[in-house]
């Protein structure tokens, strides 16, 4: 057999690879060649589409699960792409993430002796309907789960699994976000078809509905939600109406509902030319953590799962004091910081200085006012792309205690580590939703002559193959 980009192969799953690729072998006639296949895992017969060719192994993209794994067991929940993992027991889901953790931590950190310094496992205290934040697409282009074919017509729900531009309708609870409000989705659905606006075609680019983004408070069990759609048509839409149906659906659940317009043709649901309108509420939700209040908006970063991150919060608070000397009255830095949590919960057990710095500008508002909210006096945030901070404000350098670095799932710019190291923090504590990139960045904290101490996995994501990390790094003064 030789294996061609754009093809489309039949493999049974043997391995998982970290990130959730699972490992499959085909015969060719130079002999056995690996395929990776995103979200599959061991045990599974899958359809998958070679994307990338390479010398030694080829990559793909999932296109059907054929066979189910042995491993799997029957769950009642719709199935959807971003929950491949929740039809497996929540130890085997462990067993996948510890191994492929430790294993990149070695080939790619360099890390030999990381099962010593290894410190735990966080399992996430709510397995299913933890996440606080939900992104449902509209499409003109369905797929039906039953018939396994596309259909046109108008679609509300999440993307096929591989596709870009097919919407799967959401018809009862995922088991990830609030099962009361994805039960009732398909009422939304019904509204909005009703309504003879065409749902976002997103090969032609054109049409009307785009996304509803919702995110629920835990504090107050409220929901805040967006409707995105573009402005084609948009004084046939009766806004009125749309706000009864939501009340009627949810009633005091309702904390907010807002109106985005976005006219981009790239496929995302924060616009970055049209305007927001709140047509009921309020524009933010309230959540709490550790003790302290935020308030935040729909386009500001919060924790995904908040019961687990009050766990994530406290192991990086942990480390950050583990050295108490190093904190207490220093300077702190909380890059990539969002709304400003973990600084906030540092500032208030500390008589430290804590400075805030993240590149969205509504974040920085929100941490602002929560700052005040929680009167914290002795932290600063501000609204500045990390590196261009670090570039600014030279007069940091060698005043710093701690680090606290939590970038983006793409990790930190190596200008912008670099940059980071130069500060020469005592200590830099790196949580990471990425622990590859986490991994990659080893080899220049190793070099700038940091070690590392401790090193903690926390399970934010239950069923997907994400899982977040939590590393203490000390600065050998020898």
Same mark, same amino acid.
């Given at each position: 057999?030789?294996l ?7 493999v ?26 995103p ?18 192994h080829?990559?793909?993209?999932l ?8 491993l ?20 085997v ?14 080939r790619?950190?360099k890390?030999e ?21 939900m ?5 003109a282009?369905?797929y039906? @789960?039953?018939?396994?074919e ?11 699994r ?28 019904a509204?909005?078809q ?11 680019? &054109? ?15 409220q ?16 806004f ?6 939501i009340?009627?659906?949810f ?7 807002l109106?985005?317009?976005n ?23 309230? &959540?709490n953590? @550790? ?9 500001s ?12 919060y ?15 009255n ?6 990539f910081?969002?709304?400003g949590?973990i ?15 993240d590149i ?21 945030f ?13 007069q940091?350098?060698?005043?710093i ?11 930190i ?12 923090a ?25 070690e ?6 926390v ?15 000390i600065?050998?003064?020898?």
């Amino acid at each position: 057999m030789s294996l061609k980009r754009g093809e489309i192969i039949e493999v049974g799953i043997i391995d998982v690879a970290f990130g959730g690729n699972g490992i499959a072998k085909v015969a060719t006639e130079q002999g056995d060649f690996v395929v990776f296949v995103p979200n599959t895992f061991t045990g599974q017969r899958v359809k998958a589409r070679i994307t990338n060719k390479r010398k030694k192994h080829a990559e793909c993209k999932l296109v059907e699960v054929i066979d189910k794994s042995a491993l799997e067991h029957d769950v009642p929940y719709q199935p959807i792409s971003g929950a491949p993992y929740i039809t497996l027991p929540l130890d085997v889901q462990k067993s996948f993430k510890y191994d492929s953790c430790i294993n990149i931590y070695k080939r790619i950190g360099k890390v030999e002796n990381v099962e010593q310094i290894f410190d735990e496992y966080i399992e996430s205290p709510e397995f299913y309907h933890y996440r606080n934040k939900m992104e449902y697409s509209f499409s003109a282009i369905g797929y039906n @789960l039953e018939t396994k074919e596309e259909f046109d017509g108008f679609a509300l729900g999440f993307k096929k699994r591989g596709t870009w531009w097919i919407v799967e309708n959401l018809e009862k609870d995922s088991g990830m976000f609030d099962a009361e409000f994805e039960n009732k989705l398909k009422e939304i659905r019904a509204f909005c078809q009703n309504s003879g606006l065409p749902a976002w075609h997103p090969p032609k680019k &054109e049409g009307f509905f785009r996304y509803l983004v919702v995110r629920k408070s835990y504090k107050t069990n409220q929901f805040l939600i967006k409707l995105v759609t573009s402005d084609t048509g948009i004084g046939n839409f009766n806004f009125k109406a749309f706000t009864d149906l939501i009340i009627d659906l949810f009633g005091d659940r309702v904390a907010g509902i807002l109106h985005t317009i976005n006219n981009d043709i790239g496929d995302n649901a924060q616009s970055r030319i049209g305007d927001e309108t709140t047509l009921y509420g309020s524009p933010v939700i309230s &959540e709490n953590l @550790l003790g302290l209040s935020f308030d935040i908006s729909m386009q500001s970063f919060f924790q995904t799962n908040p019961k687990c991150a009050e766990l994530l919060y406290s192991k990086t608070i942990a480390y950050a004091m583990e050295n108490n000397e190093s904190i207490s009255n220093g300077l702190v830095m909380d890059l990539f910081c969002g709304t400003g949590t973990i600084g906030q919960i540092i500032a208030s057990k500390t008589n430290a200085k804590v400075i805030g710095v993240d590149i969205v500008e509504d974040a920085i508002e929100n941490a602002k006012e929560n700052a005040i909210k929680n009167n914290i006096k002795n932290v600063e945030f501000f609204a500045a792309d990390v590196n261009k901070f670090l570039f600014e404000y030279p007069q940091y350098k060698n005043q710093i205690s701690t680090i606290i670095l939590d970038p983006p799932r793409a990790g930190i710019a190596r200008k912008a580590l670099l940059k980071v190291i130069e500060l020469n923090a005592n200590q830099i504590v790196y949580v990471s939703c990425n622990p590859s990139t986490q991994a990659r960045d080893m080899e220049d904290l190793f070099a700038a002559g940091y070690e590392l101490k401790k090193i903690s996995l926390v399970d934010q994501f239950p069923h997907t193959a994400h899982v977040e990390a939590v590393a203490l790094f000390i600065k050998n003064l020898d």
